[in-house]
Nanobody, 125 residues
């Protein structure tokens, strides 16, 4: 079992930055791939970024590539999402997720077993 708690969301102006954190409790955090997803009102949950268990491999949605960076600190059981050059269309509830494995399926909502409760990000124009 893995419990995930996100933090770091808030209100920011367009062009600004935020860093989201997701702290995991439970065992063997360093064996899990971690993903970030987001969901805007009336829309489906969508993939943002993922990182493998060691941090060696990352994968991004085209919409955030070059602006967002995912990273992890296994000693702190934490995964981060650094978000720069934020746009109003980035506004959503951001969720972190965890599961074991790595492949193109890490962009799929249905693959992940564990989810956090989400943190709200609002970008004003």
């Amino acid at each position: 079992q893995v419990q995930l708690v996100e933090s770091g969301g808030g209100l920011v102006q367009a062009g600004g930055s935020l860093r989201l954190s997701c702290v995991a409790s439970g065992h063997a955090f360093d064996t899990y791939a971690m993903g970030w997803f987001r969901q805007a009102p009336g829309k489906e949950r969508e993939f943002v970024a993922a990182i493998n268990w060691s941090g060696e491999y990352t994968y991004y949605a085209d919409s955030v590539k070059g602006r967002f960076t995912i990273s992890r600190d296994n000693a702190k059981n934490t995964v981060y999402l650094q978000m720069n050059s934020l746009k109003p269309e980035d506004s959503a509830v951001y969720y972190c997720a965890a599961d074991r494995g790595w492949g193109t399926f890490v962009s799929s909502v249905s693959w992940y077993e564990y989810w956090g409760q989400g943190t709200q990000v609002t970008v004003s124009s």
